[in-house]
């Protein structure tokens, strides 16, 4: 079975500051990875995503994640954050197998302007 | 226009009733999906139908039964509603249920159960 993990559950910023939130999973097989943004009281969002190719994936908003398939990683990262980003972040991980995804348990992202 | 829509937006009921959720999709998906988030915001996958066809079935309760009448539209009843129950329900839709398509989500159906 596939897990994800993310490490960070409550990250406190200030603006301009630079993030990073991590996500590990588990799954020995080819994965399609995923970041989703949701903000306070609405649906998520799909920031970027990850199939093939090239590693470092740049996404909506400023975003990137990279791909590192030999620790399993796929962490997001932001040079510079806005009030604006303050919202819940979702890892989550697809098989070429399994239909539905699995997600980390999120990471609430607070930046105070 | 909305892509994923679902009704209603809050539901807030008693214990014991039975409650539908409608989900509808214009973006031309044949796949559809019922993700349940708790209150720790953790969000798993509850069912999922590829062309009106039932393809996950997770570890869940046989008093949801989720309903197809076309690909465009995926239902969920939930028959006596019990305290457990609450949470937020997203439902998605994808291209396929193929594992490179991204999936798109509603706005969600908070459900409070009294």
């Known amino acids: 079975a596939q897990s994800v993990s993310q490490h960070n559950h409550h990250v406190i910023l200030s603006e301009a500051a630079s993030l990073e939130l991590g996500c590990n999973y588990s799954?020995?097989?080819?994965?399609?990875l995923f970041w989703y943004v949701q903000y306070p009281g609405q649906h998520l969002q799909l920031l970027l995503k990850?199939?093939?190719?090239?590693?470092l994936v740049k996404g909506i908003k400023g975003f990137e994640a990279e791909f590192i398939k030999s620790k399993f990683s796929f962490n997001l990262r932001k040079p510079s954050v806005q009030w604006s980003d303050t919202a819940e972040y979702f890892c989550?991980?697809?098989?070429?197998?399994?239909?539905?995804?699995?997600f980390g348990s999120g990471t609430r992202l607070q930046v105070q302007p | 226009d909305t892509a994923v829509s679902q009704t209603p937006k809050y539901l807030v009921t008693q214990m014991g009733n039975d409650k539908s959720i409608k989900c509808e999709q214009n973006?031309?998906?044949?796949?559809m999906y019922w993700y349940k988030q708790d209150s720790k915001k953790f969000l798993k996958i509850m069912f999922s139908?590829?062309?009106?066809?039932?393809?996950i079935n997770e570890t869940v309760p046989n008093r949801f039964s989720p309903k197809s009448p076309d690909k465009a539209h995926l239902n969920l009843h939930i028959n006596s509603l019990e305290l457990g129950d609450s949470a937020v329900y997203f439902c998605?839709?994808?291209?396929?249920?193929?594992?490179?398509?991204?999936?798109?989500f509603g706005d969600g159906t908070r459900l409070s159960i009294l």
């Open positions: 973006l031309g998906h044949d796949t």
């Open positions: 989550a991980v697809i098989n070429t197998g399994r239909r539905a995804l699995t």
């Open positions: 990850y199939f093939s190719g090239d590693p």
């Open positions: 139908y590829n062309n009106k066809e039932l393809i």
């Open positions: 998605a839709s994808s291209r396929s249920g193929q594992s490179n398509q991204p999936q798109h």
């Open positions: 799954y020995g097989g080819t994965v399609n």
